[in-house]
């Protein structure tokens, strides 16, 4: 029998779609999270604190390949670092990791706190893959839908996204993680690259809602490096093909409404 596959993150928004690729692909998968939960057709879930690295080993044991989707607003670096030690002292062959577009360009706390869980993969001596992915379809509904509770909402001018579909993320790490350790992959995006002002205007579409909206200038920095688009995928970059109109068509039904998201120039 395979010997299984631990996802870490495997109850989060792209685990929900890696864990039954990998069933399908035929391995038993191993899901790591704090809390646990209830046994799956070749799935279990072990319990295990990456940030204080307490019951890693055992949840590593007899594990050969392991999938790093566990992520959060921070603590990203100790975590990816109690993961790594763990992985060596487990004989781990191959070490998969998602980060984010732009992560070794921008200069934001969070996202240098990304670079770092990056660095202890690179750095850790065992085979690892590295897929920079833009920020998934459901991370951006979930930021407009917060935008959108204030009566008047502040835009940042020339701040522009790639929305990428979960699933595609979740097929292409999946084809990764069972491949050969390839390094830094290409990046992946979305088909198109939209302004926030844009993406906005198609959510407020898709919910009948409307709100005043107020540009702002991005300071610092960070804001330069958003300006100057930074946070967007490197030349050679995979994109995606599911558009953010599709994914919130499908999301936000509103029959008859039209979706007012225009893609800019790459």
């Not at 240098?112 to 992915?133: F, H, I, M, N, Y």
């Amino acid at each position: 029998m395979n010997a299984p596959i631990l996802v870490t993150g495997g109850t989060g928004t792209l685990g929900r779609h890696v864990v039954p690729l990998l069933r399908a692909a035929g391995h038993p998968v191993r899901v790591l999270s704090r809390r646990g939960g209830p046994p799956g057709d070749g799935v279990t879930h072990v319990t295990a604190d990456l940030t204080t690295g307490s019951e890693l080993e055992p949840a590593l044991h007899g594990v050969a390949t392991v999938l790093h989707l566990a992520g959060g607003a921070k603590g990203d670096d100790r975590a990816a670092a109690n993961l790594v030690h763990a992985a060596r002292r487990a004989g781990v062959t191959h070490l998969a990791h998602i980060s984010v577009t732009g992560v070794d360009r921008v200069p934001l706390a969070w996202l240098r706190a990304k670079l770092d869980a990056e660095r202890a993969v690179v750095d850790s001596g065992l085979p690892w893959t590295v897929l920079r992915a833009a920020q998934v379809h459901d991370l951006v509904l979930t930021m407009l839908t917060a935008m959108a509770k204030l009566p008047v909402v502040p835009v940042p001018g020339g701040l522009r996204l790639q929305p990428v579909d979960a699933a595609e993320v979740a097929a292409r790490l999946v084809a990764l993680t069972l491949g050969a350790p390839a390094g830094l992959a290409p990046d992946l995006a979305g088909p198109a690259t939209l302004g926030l002002d844009d993406l906005l205007a198609g959510y407020l579409a898709a919910t009948g809602r409307r709100r005043l909206r107020l540009p702002v200038r991005l300071p610092g920095r960070a804001g330069r490096a958003y300006r100057d688009g930074a946070n967007l995928a490197r030349p050679g970059a995979t994109r995606g093909v599911r558009t953010w109109d599709d994914f919130l068509a499908e999301r936000l039904p509103r029959p008859g409404g039209q979706l007012t998201s225009r893609p800019s120039r790459d």
